[in-house]
């Protein structure tokens, strides 16, 4: 079995089966097609709506990276002080909800106003 697995593991996967972002000589492909990115860092894009879920700001934030040709953002997505895990350990329910609607927004799915 050990041999079966260490064979599939091993054998490459056509284009049509890569999911998202792979390396293939060197070169990022997104879905099997080159891929370039430019990104930042956005310490602060869940951080505000975990600490105050009214805020949405990451709405038009995210809108405006997007128009600038800013395709990645790495951010925290958790709480950076004890006190700012307690939604997670008393409703996790709302805060991955918190967090997908960041993700969603993220993707394309900024909200109308």
Known sequence: MF???AALLA???SASMQ???TVKDGTLLKDGTPCRGIGVNYFS?????LKNPG?????????QLSEAGITFARFMCCGFWPKDWKLYLIDKGAYFRQLDAVIKCGVGGHQSR
């Open 3 to 5: 041999f079966a697995l």
């Open 11 to 13: 054998s490459p996967l």
């Open 19 to 21: 999911p998202g972002l």
């Open 45 to 49: 894009l869940f951080y505000r709506t």
């Open 55 to 63: 805020d949405k700001s990451y709405d038009d934030e995210l809108q």
